[in-house]
């Protein structure tokens, strides 16, 4: 296929993944507010999700303070931020528009809905609950497009660099939200392992719908290193690295076959990675430092994309 | 020529397409039922799922203005257009004449110029024109084939009487809208088309496809590899282009992703290089390649040119067609016919004053409230003057531009352009239409039977096109 078609699949299947991510993200930061509001105890919610979705830079070029309604309307739906809600659906939907022929009627429809109707949906002055509905919604679409690719896309080269454009940022979303937790600050009187530190745990499992989960696997209280594990290193964890990376080699794998055996840095990169997740410990990762770890990963999986591009879509 | 303008049909009421002396027309007759029983409501309720139909789809087409939708429906009317098989095989012989002189022309531009030679028209308005590319000099595109795919305007003024308006021999476009519009036909209302023996459009991709493969490069020995070339997705007929490809089962390509290496075109895949054949361009011939043509153009692709003249692709429409298809060469394709086939020919051509000499340009201005006025190489509507339509300080302000730079302008008498029963805002009224059926050039001609019919929505508009606020219908070809 066109080097052009599939690295617009690539980065359409990116932008449909990060809308969701970033509304995951604006619903956590969302969550720990109002909890910390109603704790009496006003942090720094805000900042940390901004520093989590990765957009602090561009934020404080353009606002002094990071106020719940700044970092909403950034994160939400500025035109300038290219990583908000809405960038990401005006993206998607330009590299679907531009490899129209390479899409199932069932994806276009997905994006081409999701983007008539998303200005009106995550309008500005909207309260916390029609907010909450319009992110809630940005998650439905990004997961109504996932299944019309699934389950409509023939199994060739084209469906495996959907693929990988979703799990590739899917494990950078999973780092970050995890991440979340590392800078937003615990209340000076509020000790590691109090009803704020809980809440804020409970608050990041919420956000990549892992809560119920955690209980299945585990039948025990939220213990930070559990809930680390179970987003880094648990094969159940749909959202994990680990199952990130698990689909992310295979998808290479399956690319390297359908192109007669070739195979290059990335395929290397991606498999070092995939065994580190695969046969990792979570006390090892803690005695490291959880926040060094992700960062790496975070990094590495940035590589990772470089890589994928330089093999295939030069 | 002047003395023809007599026996133009025009002033009286335009032709009804539904209606003759005797009443409804009996290829209308099924439509005439269907209107008489469908409520009034239903029909609207239909126009706004059609709307829906085609927004969901994502058919839309940019206009060149500022404001608004940049993704613009144009407006469809569910009333079809219908053509009996008499006249669809008197037209159908019409253009297959007319487009073979066109290309037995461009091949005599390009080689010995015999038409020139003997007469048949003034050296300078090929050698000078816009259109005409030296670089095609003397050279010869797989089976002589120029314009590849021809798109026709025809009008229509009487019960026999078809005129040519336009022959767009660059990349005309408006196909994908003849399709999309029998598609929604079908869907919205099934019962009307079984009731109807309606030839088909749906095989178009098809022939274009064997059309193009048909014109590979002689030295191409496998299945050829053929590619639609698209300026990208800003361009008004983006939709369209990746239609048509994803019809075809074609490459969708930008000129980027071709690269040329020793002549040879290759685009450029996750699998590395691979080499094409073909190259269905929709795109001008100033674009396509920096190193020949425009050294701005950021949409072509450097080399692709000397690949072509070097026989290793072929590229369709070939380069050089717009000097057939410019408005001031058009008052002489009767004469081409003529010439090259030895044919009396079907279609008529409307007489044309070529601005560019003094006895017309005199005749012009003094009749500028009769006639229509165009640019000699515009198109989509765009600069022209309806005189009957205009206002007397419109007509004057024009009037300065035609003798400012005279030889920009051709004019024409106003056609009584057929009518259509045409769903509006306030009922069933009869509106202004044109037809622009595709004509397909490879080994042999092919038309699909039918095209796409316009029609200007607004109440007495003569003006079609789509980027002035026309719509589209289908267009029925009946088979009995």
């Known amino acids: ?314 | 020529m002047r003395e023809e303008i007599a026996g133009l049909p025009g002033g009286a009421e335009p032709y009804h397409e539904m209606l003759g002396p005797g009443g409804v027309l009996a290829k209308y007759q099924g439509i005439q039922r269907w209107l008489e029983d469908t409520p009034a409501a239903a029909l609207a309720t239909k126009m706004q799922e059609a709307e829906l139909l085609f927004r969901r789809i994502g058919i839309t087409f940019a206009v060149y203005k500022e404001g608004g939708d940049p993704e613009r429906l144009i407006p469809f009317d569910i009333i079809p257009r219908i053509l009996d098989a008499a006249e669809w095989s008197y037209l159908e012989r019409g253009l297959k004449q007319r487009v073979r002189a066109i290309n037995a022309f461009l091949h005599d531009v390009y080689h010995e110029r015999e038409f020139i030679r003997a007469g048949g028209v003034d050296a300078r308005l090929i050698l000078h024109n816009e259109g005409f590319r030296p670089e095609m000099q003397d050279f010869t595109p797989p089976q002589s084939a120029y314009a590849h795919i021809a798109g026709i305007d025809l009008v229509r003024t009487g019960p026999e009487e078809f005129y040519v308006l336009e022959d767009n021999c660059r990349t005309p476009s408006g196909v994908s809208y003849m399709l999309e519009n029998r598609e929604a036909m079908m869907r919205l209302l099934p019962d009307l088309c079984a009731q109807h023996r309606i030839a088909p459009v749906s095989n178009y991709p098809e022939e274009l496809r064997e059309t193009l493969k048909s014109v590979a490069p002689a030295n191409c020995e496998s299945d050829p590899v053929v590619v639609l070339l698209t300026p990208g997705a800003f361009n008004s007929a983006y939709y369209e282009h990746s239609f048509l490809a994803d019809e075809m089962g074609i490459e969708l390509v930008e000129g980027a992703d071709l690269l040329v290496e020793d002549n040879i075109v290759y685009m450029r895949t996750t699998e590395g290089l691979h080499r094409v054949d073909v190259i269905y361009r929709r795109m001008d011939d100033d674009y396509i390649d920096p190193l020949t043509f425009r050294p701005d153009s950021l949409v072509g692709t450097p080399g692709l040119m000397n690949a072509y003249r070097a026989g290793n692709v072929t590229l369709a429409n070939a380069v050089g067609t717009g000097v057939a298809d410019d408005k001031a060469i058009y008052p002489y394709v009767p004469a081409m016919i003529r010439f090259f086939l030895g044919e009396e020919p079907i279609l008529k051509n409307v007489p044309t004053y070529t601005c560019a000499h003094e006895p017309d340009l005199a005749f012009v201005l003094d009749h500028l409230e009769e006639l229509v006025v165009k640019e000699a190489r515009g198109s989509g509507g765009y600069g022209m003057l309806v005189g009957p339509a205009a206002a007397a300080a419109e007509r004057a302000a024009f009037a300065e531009k035609l003798k400012a730079r005279p030889a920009d302008y051709i004019a024409q008498p106003t056609l009584a352009l057929s009518t259509s029963p045409t769903f509006v805002e306030a009922g069933i009224a009869p509106r202004h239409v044109d037809l622009r059926p595709f004509v397909l050039t490879g080994r042999e001609i092919r038309i699909v039977p039918g095209g796409l019919t316009r029609v200007a929505l607004t109440r007495g508009s003569l003006v079609v096109n789509s980027s002035q606020g026309g719509g589209t219908k289908d267009t029925w070809v009946l088979e009995t």
Not at chain 1, 1 to 19: G, K, P
Not at chain 1, 94 to 100: G, T
Not at chain 1, 108 to 119: G, L
Not at chain 1, 145 to 157: Q, V
């Open chain 1, 1 to 314: 296929m066109l080097s052009r078609t599939a690295d617009s699949l690539f980065w359409l299947a990116r932008y449909m993944e990060r809308s969701e991510d970033m509304a995951r993200a604006v619903l956590v930061g969302h969550w720990m507010a109002s909890m910390a509001r109603s704790l009496g105890n006003p942090g720094n919610e805000w900042h940390s999700t901004l520093i989590a979705s990765g957009c602090e830079e561009g934020f404080f070029a353009k606002y002094e303070e990071a106020t719940a309604a700044a970092v909403v309307d950034y994160l939400v739906r500025d035109h300038d931020n290219p990583s908000s809600i809405l960038s990401c659906i005006e993206t998607a939907r330009r590299n679907a528009r531009a490899v129209r022929t390479a899409l199932t009627v069932e994806m276009w429809s997905a994006i081409n809905e999701t983007w008539m109707r998303v200005h009106e949906r995550l309008a500005p002055g909207l309260d916390g609950e029609q907010l909450s509905a319009g992110l809630e919604w940005i998650k439905e679409r990004s997961q109504l497009f996932s299944g019309a690719y699934n389950g409509t896309m023939l199994r060739n080269d084209a469906y495996f660099f959907t693929r990988l454009g979703t799990f590739l940022e899917r494990a950078d979303n999973t780092a970050r939200i995890l991440d979340v937790k590392y800078h937003v600050l615990l209340p000076q009187d509020e000790g590691v392992g109090g009803a704020m530190d809980y809440y804020q745990w409970q608050a990041i499992l919420r956000s990549v719908s892992a809560l119920r989960g955690y209980h299945w696997v585990y039948q025990d209280r939220l213990k930070p290193w559990l809930v680390a594990e179970l987003l880094i290193l648990r094969p159940e964890m749909p959202r994990s690295l680990l199952s990130c990376y698990e689909q992310i080699a295979e998808y290479l794998d399956l690319l390297a076959q359908a192109y007669g055996g070739k195979r290059g840095e990335c395929h290397r990169f991606a498999g070092e990675l995939y065994a580190r997740l695969r046969y990792g410990r979570i006390q090892d990762i803690f005695q490291a430092g959880l926040h060094e770890f992700l960062t790496e990963f975070i990094e590495g999986t940035k590589s990772l994309g470089r890589e994928i591009s330089d093999l295939y879509l030069y």
